[in-house]
């Protein structure tokens, strides 16, 4: 009976880890390819694919995809070793576009003619554009809500007049005439109404995406200045993409498509996250926090960091070289 019990208890458990592997055998191999990478960094190509690129965005699979390879580039170039490795599907890191606030800000001001940069001058440019946005919405946003309310309060005339001759039974043909005239009166107002509303409401959403652009540059420059609390603006620390380790799945996460080369620069950056990267100080460096530059060289301070990843397999292939 025992060795009975032992054998349904041993064929359980083999059960429901074949199980465990079918449902979850794709994370499995992901939290092991990550932690073979951090035991051995370097010593294998981190394979990356495409994920999903959001239909906002002008942007196919092969086009984000000769960008990761040119971002790879980068990295490969300067370390004279294969550190990445593209494949159509199921990398060691999945890389996506995201839409958001962010976008849809850079996307309206382009709307209007208006190309994003990272200088101070453009910043003070974009302020001024601001001033003059909201300068005009104020004293605009005040004269559709008088309006508003003086339709309101012949809305509320007429209404009233209907529901006397309603209660009445009755009203002369004059009467009817005015009643007419006076709803045609108010179709007519509300409409100019909606016309303004729409106006406002177009100033509204661009003073929003100035505040929002504005915002991002504080960051990005370091300006000593208050951010834009607006409501419908972006506020708080802005990050143009990210990458995140979850349950085992690595992704690179993109939140800003300017142009290619701040996208390639993004990608670089991030792509070095991937390789085990830190942070550095040096603002001109790809490694560092916030992206202030369009140049595709990285520097000694990357370089740095990039050895301190890498020495370990570096000191095992010069020991094994020097063996040989």
């Given at each position: 009976?025992?060795?009975?019990?032992?054998?349904?208890?041993?064929?359980?458990?083999?059960?429901?880890?074949?199980?465990?592997?079918?449902?979850?055998?794709a994370q499995?191999?992901?939290?092991?390819?990550?932690?073979?990478?951090?035991?051995?960094?370097?010593?294998?190509?981190?394979?990356?694919?495409?994920?999903?690129?959001?239909?906002?965005?002008?942007?196919s699979?092969?086009?984000?995809?000769?960008?990761?390879?040119?971002?790879?580039?980068?990295?490969?170039?300067?370390?004279?070793?294969?550190?990445?490795?593209?494949?159509?599907?199921?990398?060691?890191?999945s890389?996506?576009?995201?839409?958001?606030?962010?976008?849809?800000?850079?996307?309206?001001l382009?709307?209007?003619?208006?190309?994003?940069?990272q200088?101070?001058d453009?910043?003070?440019?974009?302020?001024?554009?601001?001033?003059?946005?909201?300068?005009?919405?104020?004293p605009r946003?005040?004269?559709?809500?008088?309006?508003?309310?003086?339709?309101k309060?012949?809305?509320?005339?007429?209404?009233?007049?209907?529901?006397k001759?309603?209660?009445?039974?009755?009203?002369?043909?004059?009467?009817?005439?005015?009643?007419?005239?006076?709803?045609?009166?108010?179709?007519?107002?509300?409409?100019?109404?909606?016309?303004?509303?729409?106006?406002v409401?177009?100033?509204?959403?661009?003073?929003?995406?100035?505040?929002?652009?504005?915002?991002?540059?504080?960051?990005?420059?370091?300006?000593?200045?208050?951010?834009?609390?607006?409501?419908?603006?972006?506020?708080?620390?802005?990050e143009?993409?990210?990458?995140?380790?979850?349950?085992g799945?690595?992704?690179?996460?993109?939140?800003?498509?300017?142009?290619?080369?701040?996208?390639?620069?993004?990608?670089?950056?991030?792509?070095?996250?991937a390789?085990g990267?830190?942070?550095?100080?040096?603002?001109?460096?790809?490694?560092?926090?916030?992206?202030?530059?369009?140049?595709?060289?990285?520097?000694?301070?990357?370089?740095?960091?990039?050895?301190r990843?890498?020495a370990?397999?570096?000191?095992?292939?010069?020991?094994?070289?020097?063996?040989?």
């Amino acid at each position: 009976m025992r060795i009975f019990i032992s054998w349904v208890l041993l064929l359980t458990l083999l059960g429901a880890s074949v199980y465990q592997w079918f449902a979850h055998g794709a994370q499995y191999r992901a939290i092991g390819r990550t932690v073979r990478q951090n035991a051995f960094p370097c010593s294998s190509p981190v394979s990356y694919s495409v994920g999903a690129i959001d239909l906002r965005y002008d942007l196919s699979v092969a086009e984000l995809t000769e960008y990761l390879k040119e971002a790879e580039a980068v990295w490969e170039s300067a370390y004279k070793r294969d550190l990445f490795e593209f494949i159509p599907s199921s990398g060691d890191v999945s890389v996506n576009m995201l839409y958001d606030r962010r976008q849809a800000a850079i996307d309206k001001l382009k709307a209007i003619g208006l190309k994003t940069g990272q200088s101070l001058d453009f910043y003070k440019s974009l302020k001024v554009h601001y001033d003059e946005v909201l300068g005009r919405v104020e004293p605009r946003q005040a004269g559709l809500n008088a309006r508003l309310a003086a339709y309101k309060r012949g809305e509320a005339v007429y209404n009233a007049t209907v529901a006397k001759f309603n209660q009445r039974g009755t009203a002369s043909p004059r009467q009817i005439k005015r009643l007419d005239g006076a709803k045609a009166a108010l179709e007519r107002e509300f409409a100019v109404i909606k016309n303004i509303e729409g106006g406002v409401n177009a100033d509204i959403d661009l003073l929003n995406a100035l505040a929002t652009t504005l915002n991002q540059l504080i960051v990005e420059l370091d300006i000593n200045t208050a951010q834009y609390n607006r409501e419908g603006a972006a506020l708080g620390t802005f990050e143009e993409g990210t990458y995140r380790v979850s349950g085992g799945f690595r992704t690179i996460d993109l939140y800003k498509y300017s142009d290619r080369r701040q996208l390639v620069r993004l990608l670089t950056h991030e792509m070095g996250h991937a390789l085990g990267m830190d942070h550095v100080l040096n603002p001109e460096a790809m490694m560092f926090p916030v992206n202030r530059g369009d140049a595709l060289t990285i520097f000694p301070d990357d370089i740095h960091e990039l050895d301190r990843v890498c020495a370990p397999l570096l000191k095992k292939l010069r020991r094994r070289a020097f063996r040989g």
